[in-house]
């Protein structure tokens, strides 16, 4: 009976977003506190799950509530809904999720406040709104306490973006923390739960066919059978690994968000148009999480960095570059300890190189990267960058290696270029 409730509601509100009420204008709450938002008022009728909820909104002239999508959070997929907590279903961590929403508006008795920079901001045929209700006699976000405590992702916002760069830097922190969604048990052991893994996701790219997820299995003995587990982006699109799948010990797998046939080593999303959102103005990002049959998150990576932004080989690698000739870059590691290229890249913007595999600098050693070549040449020490035609600029340009979080560990800059 819930779910046909609910079917019924997001009918009654498929026209919300054209037909919001009057707002009134006044300064968003912090973090955005500097940005003029439009503010309604309004009672939450019912809590769908931990990122969407409906509210009776006042003035709007409606005898049906409308469902609200909360700006910048996206929690775990819910699967059974209703008003009674104990007969709520679905994947790990989705079910608390909703219960601490639930608990937050049932302090100030479901009213609430909403907030948007646009009032045309909509998700589907939910509006999009930071959502506010008095906590301590103060209005808060509740979207923020939701992400700091560990109780969704972070979701970038492109028309409401004023919130990214909070919200970014508050799930990193309880990510750091391991708590609420971030921690790797939190329900239950899962498969192959004592070797640990690593995802990078090269997803700040200009195409489709660049954009990829690579998992690394950093046990030296077991292999980890990746049958039933998934990948996913911020906001939840997944690929599923089939059942063969499998990541021996020490070794790594990719998954390409484009077309392409399986292999055991590489596994393709099978997408026409680009998953991943790029870095931009507005502190925008995303994110690539690898998900257990249990629905742990057991690794991921997100972009670009806004917590605790440091690496540990910045000032061990120099970058430097030959722009005449047949152009290359050379990295050279001044350290005393071996650098691991995976998870870096260079860019010489608009063109970038994430480093693959079998990508190691000893201390004391130079890796040469041609512009241009075949890939499929590469050595320890010689890389190809794999285009067409030279790119570096005669008269002056610039060359940066970075992690692919956007953490940068060195620069290179000549003529009219600077870093």
Request: aromatic share 10%; net charge neutral; charged share 20%.
């Amino acid at each position: 009976m819930r779910s046909v409730l609910v079917a019924i509601l997001v009918l009654l509100g498929a026209g919300a977003a054209a037909q919001a009420a009057e707002a009134r204008t006044g300064f968003c709450l912090p973090p955005a506190q500097a940005q003029i938002c439009h503010i309604w008022s309004g009672k939450v009728t019912f809590v769908g799950d931990g990122d969407t909820v409906y509210v009776d909104v006042a003035g709007d002239g409606r005898r049906s509530s409308v469902p609200v999508r909360m700006t910048g959070i996206n929690a775990t997929e819910q699967t059974v809904y209703s008003s009674i907590a104990s007969q709520r279903r679905g994947e790990c961590h989705s079910v608390e999720a909703t219960a601490r929403l639930e608990q937050l508006l049932l302090r100030n008795r479901f009213r609430v406040r909403l907030y948007a920079l646009d009032p045309a901001s909509a998700s589907g045929r939910r509006l999009k709104r930071v959502v506010a209700t008095k906590v301590r006699g103060r209005w808060r976000d509740v979207g923020r306490i939701l992400i700091s405590e560990g109780n969704a992702v972070w979701l970038t916002g492109s028309r409401e973006w004023a919130w990214n760069a909070d919200y970014a830097r508050r799930a990193e922190r309880a990510a750091a923390q391991q708590i609420g969604v971030w921690s790797p048990t939190y329900c239950g052991l899962g498969p192959s739960d004592a070797s640990p893994l690593k995802v990078t996701v090269n997803g700040n790219v200009r195409f489709l066919w660049d954009e990829w997820v690579r998992i690394r299995n950093l046990d030296p003995v077991n292999p980890v059978q990746l049958g039933g587990w998934s990948v996913r982006d911020s906001a939840l699109n997944r690929y599923v690994f089939p059942d063969w799948a499998t990541l021996p010990p020490g070794e790594w797998l990719t998954v390409y968000v484009g077309e392409g046939t399986d292999t055991w080593t590489e596994f393709f999303w099978n997408r026409r148009k680009a998953l991943f959102d790029n870095i931009g103005p507005n502190a925008s990002g995303d994110g690539a999480f690898l998900v257990d049959p249990h629905g742990d998150l057991r690794a991921w990576m997100t972009y670009p960095c806004a917590y605790a932004c440091t690496d540990p080989n910045q000032g061990a690698l120099k970058v430097t570059a030959r722009h005449r000739g047949r152009e290359y870059v050379q990295v050279s590691n001044l350290g005393s300890v071996a650098v691991d290229l995976d998870g870096y890249q260079l860019q010489s913007p608009p063109y970038s190189y994430p480093f693959g595999r079998d990508a190691v600098i000893q201390p004391g050693e130079e890796m040469r990267v041609w512009t241009t070549g075949d890939p499929a040449e590469d050595t320890r020490l010689e890389k190809h960058w794999g285009e067409t035609g030279a790119f570096l600029n005669d008269r002056g340009d610039r060359v940066r290696l970075s992690s692919l979080r956007g953490i940068l560990l060195d620069c290179y800059a000549y003529g009219t270029g600077t870093c």
